[in-house]
């Protein structure tokens, strides 16, 4: 692995360092070797990025993206699938169900550098695209079924450009699901005290109090369901219990929508 430190976006850095150190936890919630592998690689101390608050979000929403998506891979088990935003994240491995299709997109220079990391593997591809532009969906193969995981990548999105992307996305595919992780507008305007972002130059885009207000942007849009992150991480520590009740507006959801 050719990996060095100045090839990874701090952004994502945090994910990555969060999934590495709770796979070698005990009772580990979610194990992401690849993750590890690649944190080792850099050998650097990464302890900055992985505070208690962004640790347990970012096992919550690993947690939560994969159950929603295996939900939907059930009622379409060949549907087209892409990460969009992909970073270094693995979700392929986490709900292949050996029929659907998969890529991970990103923009050229993030894939250049995931292609030192990872290999396209059968029926999980990598590719370059933006989350702004559809000229990359003309080489994906046609499906009645496109379902698109933006896992961390809409909250440092303006209000502008996630309209850009979901009318990307309704252009581009007949039918779909999008599983969008939705930032709070207390941290679109106070983000200087997230606990991890802080420590990058990073800045949040447009924060929702809902994700209905995504459908006056792209009314072809329906709105499916919303889960505050809370939810997950309230399971497992007095913190995290209350958290849900001061943070209970604050932070980050999942929310799902269908067109
Ligand atoms: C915080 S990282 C999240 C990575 C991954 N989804 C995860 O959860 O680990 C944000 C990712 O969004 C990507 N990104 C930013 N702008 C983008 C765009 N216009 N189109 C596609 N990806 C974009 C970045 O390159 C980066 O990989």
């Not at 690649?38 to 993206?65: C, N, Q, W, Y």
């Not at 050229?108 to 030192?116: N, T």
């Not at 992307?165 to 941290?187: I, T, V």
Request: aromatic letters at 10%; a neutral charge; proline letters at 3%.
């Amino acid at each position: 692995m050719d990996l060095k430190f100045g090839d990874v976006q701090e952004t994502a850095l945090i994910p990555l360092a969060i999934k590495a150190s709770e796979t070698v936890r005990p009772n580990a919630r979610i194990k992401d070797y690849k993750a590890k592998e690649i944190i080792d690689t850099l050998g650097v101390d990464v302890s900055k990025f992985d505070p208690f608050l962004s640790h347990e979000g970012v096992v919550a929403r690993t947690i939560m993206f994969r159950e929603e998506l295996k939900k939907l891979i059930r009622k379409y088990p060949d549907a087209l699938c892409i990460n969009l935003g992909c970073g270094f994240d693995d979700k392929f491995s986490q709900v292949d169900n050996g029929k659907i299709t998969w890529f991970d997109v990103d923009l050229p220079d993030q894939i250049a550098v995931r292609r030192k990391v990872y290999q396209d593997r059968d029926r999980c591809t990598m590719l370059d695209g933006s989350a702004l532009e559809g000229y990359w969906i003309k080489d994906l193969p046609k499906s009645e079924m496109t379902i698109v995981a933006m896992e961390g990548v809409l909250e440092y999105f303006s209000k502008t450009q996630v309209k850009t992307c979901l009318n990307m996305l309704c252009d581009s595919f007949p039918h779909g699901y999008l599983l969008a992780e939705l930032h709070s507008r207390f941290l679109e305007k106070h983000g200087s005290h997230h606990d991890a972002v802080k420590n990058t130059n990073a800045t949040f885009g447009w924060g929702t109090r809902s994700g209905r207000e995504y459908l006056e942007l792209e009314p072809r849009l329906t709105y499916v369901s919303e889960r505050n992150y809370n939810e997950e991480m309230k399971k497992y520590s007095i913190r995290g219990k209350l958290f849900a009740i001061v943070g209970r507006n604050i932070n980050n959801r999942l929310a799902v929508f269908s067109w």
